[in-house]
Nanobody, 122 residues
């Protein structure tokens, strides 16, 4: 499966963005999908994950209540709705897949798509 994240951009603090992770080459409905992010000089950080059927998901404490992960298997796409953005949300955001649901570790996800940059200005 090939993944492509999109939807990043420059937004003011308090604003919102919706990221998309589109899959090709294989149906996304077979996989759990997660969003991670990586700020300059920092390690890749878990953001949110969703089960293959979309009926279970969870978010990192740092984004809980502000971000929401969802998926539309018919469109082979997973979304990350990001509201009330803060400057500390600035990072490159990546989506990745796993055969099993429940992990928040980057090493349990493969493959990864190229990231999309989110910049939140204060």
């Amino acid at each position: 499966v090939q993944l492509q994240a999109s939807g990043g951009g420059l937004v003011q603090a308090g604003g919102f963005l919706t990221l998309s992770c589109a899959a090709s080459g294989h149906t996304l409905s077979n996989y759990a999908v997660a969003w991670f992010r990586q700020a300059p000089g920092q390690e890749r950080e878990f953001v949110a994950t969703i089960r293959s059927d979309g009926r279970s998901y969870y978010h990192a404490d740092s984004v809980k209540g502000r971000f929401s992960i969802s998926r539309h298997n018919g469109w082979n796409t997973v979304y990350l709705q990001m509201n009330s953005l803060k400057p500390e949300d600035t990072a490159v955001y990546y989506c990745a897949v796993s055969n099993s649901y429940g992990s928040t570790r980057p090493q349990d996800f493969d493959p990864w798509g190229p990231g999309t940059l989110v910049t939140v200005s204060s």
